[in-house]
């Protein structure tokens, strides 16, 4: 599959005279003018009750029910003013975690940020400090000083109950139009994603809800108005929505955002090995120097056929465990070479941040 892409709303600030009263974007991916929609924003919205055993919601009801809890991202980089030539602008989305006012969105929102805007849903704006970032995983967790009744944190599902024509519905700021919600399904699940950094997102949901630029960042929700995943790419020749977008799964989420919020810092395990697939394992094609691999004594033409006591008969498999590990762990792995089955065991590295 190729590449799918990011979706945050970008423009370049232009160098502009006194007396400009608003700030106007020109979206990638556009051939037309620029569009000024003015928008009314609902500030005596009142949330839904969720239903207790767990049916279903009408996408109506998982509006009141989440609406509050979504937030309007906007991020200027690439110089301290904003009309400073050179200076960009991007929008994107993003969901408020909790009741101390870490919202949650993606790391291409983000990245490069020198000030953070968090608007709302009663129309209010304030800034936000960047808590960190994780570029493998493409998450980013900000922390916004606003009074706490502003705060209606969205509750994090399960993503690995998710099933395929599960009905979902999307909430976020596609192209700065706050609070804008589309449905659909999980078209599927399990996809690879390309992180910003180039390593690879497992178990990525994909969608026919409609996600276009803007809506980086914003939940993915279930019928019961649960986040399942966090609106990140679309596969798309158009540039605009094609029905085919992917969402980080929420159980990644959960624990990457943890890690942020404690630490500032998500680091990974890193093998340091690269791989080719084998009839019984995963194949070690070249072996970095300095890094796991090659300190617990992994050769190339390897076969590793097991990793800290899980059965290893893919690359796939294998990668998942290294991704289940921390960078520190001492692992026993057992691999086979030139027919002999071999025991060593590594001490895993951290991740690069490029692969």
């Not at 993606?106 to 960190?132: E, M, P, R, Y």
């Not at 803007?214 to 609106?231: A, D, R, T, Y």
Request: no cysteine; glycine share 12%; net charge negative.
């Amino acid at each position: 599959m190729r590449s799918p892409r990011l979706i945050a709303a970008t423009a370049l600030a232009a160098l502009v005279g006194a007396g400009v009263g608003a700030g106007v974007y020109a979206y990638f991916n556009s051939d037309s003018g620029t569009t000024v929609v003015r928008q009314v924003h609902v500030t005596q919205s009142v949330q839904a009750s969720n239903t207790k055993d767990g049916s279903a919601l009408s996408i109506g009801d998982i509006y009141k029910l989440a609406n509050r809890g979504v937030v309007k991202i906007s991020v200027t980089s690439g110089g301290a003013n904003p009309f400073e030539q050179g200076s960009q602008k991007a929008q994107g989305s993003g969901f408020v975690s909790d009741t101390l006012g870490h919202v949650i969105t993606n790391q291409h929102v983000v990245d490069g940020a020198q000030s953070i805007k968090v608007t709302f849903w009663n129309g209010k704006t304030h800034s936000g400090k960047l808590v960190g970032s994780d570029a493998s995983t493409d998450t980013a967790v900000i922390k916004v000083d606003a009074p706490a009744s502003i705060f209606h944190p969205l509750e994090l599902a399960d993503s690995s109950a998710v099933q395929v024509g599960d009905a979902v519905v999307a909430i976020g700021s596609p192209f700065g139009l706050d609070e804008t919600v589309t449905s659909g399904i999980v078209s599927a699940l399990h996809r690879d994603m390309t992180s910003p950094n180039n390593f690879t997102i497992d178990d990525s949901i994909q969608t026919d809800a409609a996600i276009n630029h803007g809506n980086s960042g914003g939940p993915l929700l279930n019928m019961q108005g649960k986040v399942i995943g966090v609106n990140s790419q679309i596969e798309s020749d158009s540039g605009g929505n094609d029905g085919v977008g992917f969402a980080v799964p929420s159980n990644t989420v959960h624990e990457i955002a943890s890690r942020l919020i404690s630490t500032g810092k998500a680091d990974h395990a890193y093998l340091g090995v690269e791989l080719a697939a084998a009839a019984n394992g995963a194949k070690v094609k070249d072996v970095i120097a300095g890094k796991a691999a090659a300190e617990g004594g992994i050769h190339a033409d390897d076969v590793i056929t097991s990793f800290g006591g899980k059965r290893i008969t893919t690359v796939d498999s294998l990668r998942f465990a290294v991704e289940a590990k921390r960078p520190g762990d001492v692992v026993h792995v057992t691999l086979l070479r030139d027919g002999q089955t071999k025991r060593v065991v590594v001490t895993l590295s951290t991740r690069p941040n490029n692969p």
